[in-house]
């Protein structure tokens, strides 16, 4: 079954305080990799969409990166206004649609 | 505006009554879904859409839920008979195809007394 797991479920930093969130995930054939923000009452935002093992992206204070099992997205020195939703998405397998985890909620304090 | 539009933004209803949400997608995109997000969850997918091939029905959680799309353009997801447990964000993304980011509206969240 096609599964996407993000950990942690909650992480809180303090401001310039780097880290890495956790992607795992299983799909016969991966199409892509999606990751987005949300923030409260609004709609998820794309940030990155990563295609095959051993790529990254980068911006800003963000970096995805991809291996054959799971993505990380590194915060480097976040500030308060990375605090967010982060939900990670991938396509593939048979099916049509894109499987959403769950998300982590990432809390900088300044 | 360039975005996906939704509306209502909020919608509040009684328990048993009809509702219907629209979406607006972003013009050229052939592929819409509609996902539902309950309060700190992450999202559920309900229905998808790619230019005029059937839609993905497989995540539509009873057959009160039914969605269309005319024109290949403009969404309406429709509720009959509205229960407690619908309450909920719902959500409406559109993308260039099946393989491409998803761009997503702000949602409609709505609420069945």
């Known amino acids: 079954e096609d599964q996407v797991t993000q950990s942690p479920e909650a992480l809180r930093l303090q401001e310039g305080e780097s880290s890495s969130l956790n992607c795992s995930y299983t799909v016969s054939g991966l199409r892509g990799l999606f990751w987005y923000r949300q923030d409260p009452g609004k709609g998820p935002e794309f940030l990155f969409t990563l295609y095959s093992a051993g790529e990254e992206k980068e911006k800003e204070r963000l970096k995805a990166t991809l291996t054959k099992k799971e993505s990380f997205l590194h915060i480097t020195a976040p500030k308060p206004e990375d605090s967010a939703t982060y939900l990670c998405?991938?396509?593939?397998?048979?099916?049509?649609?894109?499987?959403f985890g769950s998300g982590t909620r990432l809390s900088i304090r300044p | 505006g360039a975005g996906v539009s939704q509306s209502p933004s909020n919608k509040v209803t009684e328990k048993g009554k009809d509702v219907e949400l629209r979406c607006d997608p972003i013009s050229g995109h052939t592929a819409l879904y509609w996902y539902r997000q309950s309060l700190g969850q992450g999202l559920e997918f309900l229905i998808y859409?790619?230019?005029?091939?059937?839609?993905?029905k497989s995540g539509l959680p009873s057959d009160r839920f039914s969605a269309e799309r005319t024109g290949g353009s403009v969404s309406t997801l429709t509720i009959q008979r509205t229960q407690q447990e619908d309450s909920a964000v719902y959500l409406c993304?559109?993308?260039?195809?099946?393989?491409?980011?998803?761009?997503f509206g702000d949602g409609t969240r709505l609420s069945i007394l």
């Open positions: 859409f790619q230019g005029n091939s059937a839609p993905d």
């Open positions: 993304a559109s993308s260039r195809g099946s393989n491409q980011p998803q761009h």
């Open positions: 998405a991938v396509s593939g397998g048979s099916a049509s649609k894109i499987i």
